[in-house]
């Protein structure tokens, strides 16, 4: 994972969307190969990006929000618009 300053903790009522996924996953494993305007049922895999790319990229959510994502659940997300949702359920159950 790349570090790139101190985080601060994300406002409690934030939510993930595609501008910042998209944000996180840059962070993590670098620009996507493609970006369309589907991009929200884009498969990852289509993307360029793998499980390790998912994984750091949880790690990042988890980072902003305090939210655990199960290594196991990240790695069987297919598209963006699924990890928004994940993530999105998982705040709004804090």
């Known amino acids: 994972m790349t570090e790139t300053g ?3 903790p994300a406002p409690s009522d934030e939510q993930l969307d595609e501008a910042l996924l998209t ?3 840059t962070q993590a494993a670098g620009t996507p190969d493609a970006v369309s305007t589907d991009f929200l049922d884009t498969e990852f895999e289509n993307l360029g990006y793998d499980s390790l790319a998912l994984l750091e990229t949880a790690g990042l ?4 929000w305090g939210t655990v994502l199960p290594d196991q659940v990240v790695v069987e997300i297919r ?3 699924e990890l928004i949702a994940l993530v999105n359920t998982a705040l709004n159950g804090r």
Not at 61 to 64: D, H, K, T
Request: no cysteine; charged share 30%; glycine share 0%.
């Open 23 to 25: 944000e996180l996953l």
């Open 79 to 81: 598209t963006p618009r």
């Open 6 to 8: 101190p985080r601060t």
């Open 61 to 64: 959510i988890q980072a902003r």
